[in-house]
């Protein structure tokens, strides 16, 4: 998945200031899960969940069906009732209060528009309920129509209109009267993903305009994603880590999170500390010197060698002179210069910070720099995101390393992911974005490459 993790959103007055009240230990939340469980006759389905949601928060709840996520909303919404534990909502306990007297409001994924009404009169439908004058329906219908983009649409019907607008109409009843929570169950599920993107942008636009809270119930990971200021990660009634996007992509808290958010490969391993590796500096070989020239003495002609007078002698004229005395050569005395030696090298010593990851036999281990020294024995997950793993088909200079052969890409229009198998049989994966035109990218299915990573990329777990 691409990364949409991002900065949350700022809600405040002050521009540069981002709306963080979870991390404001003054700040009073607006709902309050206290130790509540949920049960069916045998089975739990929320299991003793303690949470808490803030004003103008944009929340999502993501898991997979059945880990308790609806549930928890119908709670909220006074559907269900919890079997223990208390539920507050602006500082009450929600203990015996119905639906239609909670300061709370329910889109549904169905819309649940009436088809005979038009437009208008579905979102006025609840300002009429509660019996209000007639002129302020018309004001707050037509600030709700202005709000949803649908003033051309007011005396239409549901079915003259599209999939995207009759979901706006769904969240413009929802919010006509003002609701201090908003709960929206797989709202944008009926849409196709086009749309469903463009909505998303609308939803977030929409509520902050509004200030109203949000909670969001969906198994779709980007648009809880895109949308949310923080994302509950449920599995099996419990919530498994509450933060933002950022944090919930970057740094998942377990291995489940980091499967079930995005795309990741999981290496499992022994954690070792991470000893230095010293390069040896190998010495240059030593030539030896030349053999010393006498000098010749002061006011002495010295001869200088000549190669072709003694062949001449030797070949010649040995037999009218004798033999040739060796003497030694008389060369003028050199100058004795400065030597100056180049500097040494230090050796070089490999990093001792983070682990080294003993995951598969015949297989380098892995170095994770970020990885807790103390966690030294211990069975770890490295969660690696393929948009972290660089592929090229000669080896790269890089703190991991490791060499395979590609046997799938997906192509995906402006990434490509490969499937690159290890020499083990492991697989792991690489993305890459097409930043070139497709004749001239130079790696394809069955080449050999290496995948490589720098030694922060990986989240370190803890199995």
């Not at 229009?413 to 792991?428: F, P, Q, W």
Request: aromatic fraction near 6%; glycine fraction near 6%.
């Amino acid at each position: 998945m691409a990364e949409t993790a991002q900065k949350p959103k700022t809600k405040s007055t002050a521009p540069d200031q981002a709306f963080e009240p979870w991390e404001d230990p003054n700040a009073k939340p607006l709902i309050e899960f206290r130790g509540v469980t949920k049960r069916f006759g045998d089975f739990t389905a929320i299991d003793d969940l303690t949470q808490d949601i803030y004003e103008r928060e944009f929340f999502a709840l993501l898991g997979p069906s059945g880990c308790g996520k609806t549930t928890m909303m119908r709670m909220l919404a006074g559907f269900d009732m919890p079997t223990a534990g208390e539920i507050l909502i602006a500082g009450q306990d929600m203990a015996g209060i119905p639906p239609n007297k909670r300061p709370v409001n329910m889109m549904f994924q169905s819309y649940a528009l009436f088809p005979h009404l038009s437009i208008w009169d579905n979102i006025a439908f609840g300002l009429k309920r509660e019996g209000r004058g007639s002129d302020a329906i018309a004001e707050r219908v037509e600030e709700m129509l202005r709000l949803t983009r649908l003033e051309r649409f007011a005396r239409r019907k549901p079915h003259q209109i599209s999939g995207g607008q009759r979901q706006r109409v769904a969240l413009a009843r929802s919010l006509a009267k003002a609701p201090k929570l908003l709960l929206l169950d797989e709202p944008l599920g009926a849409l196709d993903k086009k749309l469903r993107q463009d909505t998303q942008f609308e939803l977030m636009d929409i509520q902050e305009k509004t200030g109203t809270t949000f909670v969001i119930v969906t198994h779709d990971q980007e648009e809880a994603m895109t949308v949310a200021s923080r994302v509950a990660v449920m599995d099996e009634g419990r919530i498994v880590q509450v933060a933002t996007p950022a944090v919930i992509y970057e740094a998942p808290a377990t291995t489940y999170v980091a499967d079930f958010i995005g795309d990741v490969t999981l290496i499992a391993g022994e954690a070792k500390a991470h000893e230095s590796v010293v390069e040896e500096v190998v010495p240059e070989p030593e030539v030896a010197a030349p053999e010393p020239l006498v000098a010749a003495a002061e006011g002495e002609r010295a001869p200088q060698p000549n190669a072709l007078g003694e062949w001449l002698h030797d070949r010649l004229l040995t037999r009218v002179l004798g033999p040739r005395k060796a003497a030694p050569k008389l060369l003028p005395a050199p100058e004795v210069a400065a030597v100056v030696e180049a500097p040494v090298a230090a050796p070089k010593a490999a990093p001792t910070e983070g682990l080294a990851i003993h995951w598969a036999a015949g297989q380098p281990p892995l170095v994770a720099a970020n990885a807790p020294p103390d966690w030294a024995g211990k069975r770890v997950t490295l969660a690696l995101r393929p948009e972290k793993v660089a592929i090229s088909k000669a080896r790269p200079e890089a703190a991991n390393a490791l060499q395979g052969k590609v046997i799938d890409i997906a192509y995906l229009g402006n990434i490509s992911t490969y499937h690159v198998e290890l020499a083990n049989g492991s697989m792991i994966k690489a993305q890459m974005a097409n930043t070139r035109r497709i004749s001239r990218r130079d790696i394809t299915w069955e080449d050999d490459v290496w995948v490589s990573f720098s030694d922060t990329a990986a989240a370190v777990l803890e199995e």
